[in-house]
C-alpha cells in the first residue's frame, strides 16, 4: 500500500511561480510512472505532467514550457515546478503514482489533493 501527501499549494499572483511536492511513504518499492493532474471548477480531470521511473517526462499542451515534472527516486518524491502561472491554472492538483508488483498486479495511487489559485 501507497499513500501519497501532496504539498505546496496556495495562492499566487498571475506570472508568479509554486513548485509541488509528492511524497510517496508505505510499500514504496516498485513504483513506475508518478504524474500530476488537475481540476478546475466545472471541467474534467486532466493529465498535467507525468515522469516515469527513468525520467522520461510528457506534458499537456497547455503548460509546456511552463512546467517541468521532476522526481527523485532515493525520496520517492516527485516535483512540479510551475512558472509563468495562468489563472486557467487555478485548480487543484493531485498526485498520481501506479506500483506494478512482481506478479503484475498494477495498483493506482491518488493524492488528496493541493489546491492551487492564481489571481489576476
Known amino acids: 500500500q501507497v499513500q501519497l501527501v501532496e504539498s505546496g499549494g496556495g495562492l499566487v499572483q498571475a506570472g508568479g511561480s509554486l513548485r509541488l511536492s509528492c511524497a510517496a511513504s508505505?510499500?514504496?518499492?516498485?513504483?513506475?510512472?508518478m504524474g500530476w493532474y488537475r481540476q478546475a471548477p466545472g471541467k474534467q480531470r486532466e493529465l498535467v505532467a507525468a515522469?516515469?521511473?527513468?525520467?522520461?517526462?510528457n506534458y499537456a499542451d497547455s503548460v509546456k514550457g511552463r512546467f517541468t515534472i521532476s522526481r527523485d527516486n532515493a525520496k520517492n518524491t516527485v516535483y512540479l515546478q510551475m512558472n509563468s502561472l495562468k489563472p486557467d491554472d487555478t485548480a487543484v492538483y493531485y498526485c498520481?503514482?501506479?506500483?506494478?508488483?512482481?506478479?503484475?498486479?498494477?495498483?493506482?495511487?491518488w493524492g488528496q489533493g493541493t489546491q492551487v489559485t492564481v489571481s489576476s
Open positions: 498520481n503514482c501506479n506500483q506494478r508488483l512482481p506478479d503484475a498486479t498494477v495498483y493506482h495511487y
Open positions: 508505505g510499500s514504496t518499492f516498485s513504483i513506475n510512472d
Open positions: 515522469i516515469s521511473s527513468g525520467g522520461s517526462a
